[in-house]
């Protein structure tokens, strides 16, 4: 029997009888992706779209780019190994002093890594089992908007509830402070709520009746990625360290999105200079192949043998491509190109701003930017803002999608349109990106209210 010719309904038909009912970006996106290369990726059909999804962050270089097919193909004409458990080779040791190369000296020099199974949230387990281990606590801290993944332990430390309803059993003893979130401030006093949130959190740990016992550690992303693109200024984050050693609270530090250039430091806790207990990543690290790790100090290292192991840990191609990733990434200042094309990007979304009350609120830093949506007739809170509105932002997914735009979605309610282009997004690329948004914007708020902006 002949199979009808590929095309993005087929694929996109097949797909939807056969995979689970989770799956999600296709229900937004109904594409089959036939290549792609650099920053545009070209479906069945020969439709080209600027790529801002990116894999959810993970591919810094893009598709395909030449340093890491090079870097695969070389590992695998030399006949190395696939992987190997946790057995070392010479381009697992190559990976790890690129690495520790593009680490800060003060972390570096006493930093011990895990490696994980391949997968953000891996790595975020294998730093509860660690802290878990090493202080004997058990109460852990996080945040209100977090995301760290989706398994037992991550899901367990997510600020959405709406992926917990139907889980029970999430792990248990988790407390959520509140995030420093300017435009819906926790504590209603807007600009100045991270000065707040800090001195809620310090009378928190130091009261005696808070209601939990002493924290195997405080678990943060230096910008919530997920949570809508919220980046809270440096003076927090110094904060939360400096709190959390007075406390002996390690400070566990998730850059799997963040890290590696995309806020214009290549770490993004660089920008407040403190130096964490734990720091996670995946995505870029394994330069767009399955890789995470969990680098700690070592004095932390209280495991036994075999306490936290991974079929997959030893992906030795993903090293590869990591190592050759790092390598560009530091060697051509990705971390400053990323900052400029940033800036240049939040210049349209600014505009956007200007140009439609339905913009409630632009933020992030680098390319790892967001754009909330809300609903303007709708009556503002005491501090002036407006109720996320996530149908429109979906309209303006869906009015990008058909405009050659591919975006990201997330934040309260989904509300948020998010960007993480590739780091090697050029000037030309990121004025059409910018101007496809804005011509999506109005289409999708002039349909919504029958041609008012």
């Known amino acids: 029997m002949t199979r009808p010719e590929a095309s993005n309904e087929r694929l996109l038909d097949q797909q939807a009888d056969r995979e689970s009912n989770a799956r999600s970006y296709p229900r937004y996106l109904p594409m089959a992706i036939r290549e792609a290369k650099g920053v545009e990726v070209t479906d069945m059909e020969g439709n080209t779209y600027y790529d801002c999804l990116a894999g959810a962050g993970t591919l810094h270089l893009g598709h395909n780019h030449p340093v890491v097919v090079e870097a695969i193909e070389d590992a695998m004409a030399a006949d190395r190994p696939m992987h190997t458990l946790d057995i070392t080779t010479p381009v697992k040791e190559a990976f790890v002093d690129t690495l520790y190369d593009s680490l800060p000296d003060e972390f570096a020099d006493s930093a011990k890594i895990q490696f994980c199974s391949p997968a953000g949230t891996d790595a975020v387990e294998a730093a509860l089992k660690l802290t878990k281990t090493a202080t004997g ?34 792990m248990g003893d988790v407390h959520h402070l509140p995030y420093p979130y300017s435009y819906r401030c926790p504590f209603g006093v807007g600009e100045d709520g991270h000065e707040v949130a800090a001195e809620y959190v310090e009378r928190l740990l130091a009261d005696p009746e808070r209601g939990f016992t002493d924290p195997a550690a405080m678990v943060l992303e230096p910008v919530q990625g997920e949570g809508g693109s919220v980046a809270p200024p440096a003076e927090w984050l110094q904060e939360m360290r400096r709190i959390t050693r007075e406390h002996d609270v390690p400070l566990v530090v998730d850059e799997i999105q963040s ?56 992906n030795q191609l993903a090293m590869a491509a990591g190592k050759a990733t790092i390598e560009y990434i530091v060697e051509e200042d990705l971390p400053s190109h990323a900052e400029e094309m940033g800036a240049r990007l939040r210049d ?36 002036g803002s407006h109720p996320p509105d996530p149908d429109l932002a979906e309209a303006i997914q869906s009015a990008c999608f058909d405009r050659g735009l591919i975006v990201e979605r997330g934040g309260r309610e989904g509300a948020t349109v998010r960007f993480l282009p590739p780091l090697i997004v050029s000037a030309e690329q990121i004025e059409d990106i910018g101007r496809i948004f804005r011509e999506s914007v109005r289409a999708a708020v002039s349909d919504e209210t029958g041609g008012s902006p």
């Not at 995301?147 to 999430?170: A, C, Q, V």
């Not at 140009?355 to 809170?381: N, Q, T, W, Y």
Request: net charge negative; charged share 25%.
């Open 348 to 383: 349209h979304l600014d505009a956007a701003a200007e140009e439609f009350a339905a913009v409630g609120d632009v933020r992030g830093r680098g390319l790892m930017l967001g754009i909330e949506m809300v609903d303007s007739a709708a009556e503002p809170d005491a501090l």
């Open 137 to 170: 606590n058990r109460s852990v801290l996080a945040f209100r908007g977090g995301y760290h993944g989706m398994t037992y332990g991550s899901l367990g430390l997510m600020g959405d509830t709406d992926p917990k309803e139907e889980i029970s059993g999430t």
């Open 259 to 314: 890290g590696l250039g995309r806020t214009g430091e290549l770490y993004d806790f660089q920008r407040a200079g403190i130096t964490p207990d734990v720091v996670t990543l995946s995505k870029a690290v394994g330069g767009g192949l399955p890789l995470a790790v969990t680098l700690y100090d070592e004095d932390l290292d209280e495991w036994e043998s075999g306490a936290h192991t991974g079929t997959f840990r030893g």
